[in-house]
């Protein structure tokens, strides 16, 4: 018999995952130094997760409210299998309810407030999962 329910799928991934998200945190390269410092600094009202995991992969950055994860592609994402896992990885996200956003690191390092601005207007495109209410609903008997 199964017990407990944890939370969303999302956010149980296993430790051994979130010890290596831990480690990524570490060791993030430039552009992904760069876009975290910026997410932080420039996106109002968004909240990112860096290295975040998510079941047996780990996400450069996600925004969970919006549902958008953000890939900072390096090189070596165009040699070898790599584009073809990306696109796995990338459909297990949109399986899961997640909108994609790959991008280069060049075009990080190059066009720092491009990304950002872009990055920002697909989350207004997308909007939040839940809107924000006006406030308790009536009480019983009370007039809307």
């Known amino acids: 018999m199964k017990r407990g329910g944890g939370g969303p ?16 945190r570490r060791e993030m390269s430039l552009p ?4 975290w410092d910026a997410l932080r600094k420039q996106s109002p009202g968004l909240r990112f997760r860096r290295q ?9 950055f996600a925004c969970l409210s919006h549902r958008i994860i953000i890939e900072v ?6 040699y070898g ?34 990304v950002i601005a872009g990055i920002v207007a697909r989350c207004s495109e997308v909007g939040p999962l839940h809107q924000p209410t006006a406030g ?3 009480r019983a008997g009370e007039d809307l």
Do not use: C, W, Y
């Not at 799928?9 to 051994?16: E, F, V, Y």
């Not at 992904?32 to 876009?35: D, I, M, N, P």
């Not at 975040?52 to 450069?60: E, L, N, Q, Y």
């Not at 592609?73 to 165009?78: F, I, L, M, N």
């Open 32 to 35: 992904e130094v760069l876009l």
């Open 73 to 78: 592609d390096g090189e070596q994402h165009g």
């Open 52 to 60: 975040f995991p998510s079941g047996r992969m780990t996400v450069d």
């Open 81 to 114: 299998d790599q584009p073809r896992r990306d696109v796995v990885r990338d459909a297990i996200m949109t399986r899961e309810g997640f909108t994609v956003m790959r991008i280069a690191a060049r075009d990080v390092l190059k066009n720092l407030d491009g």
């Open 9 to 24: 799928r999302i956010l149980r991934a296993p430790i051994k995952q979130v010890k290596r998200a831990r480690k990524l």
């Open 136 to 138: 308790p609903p009536p």
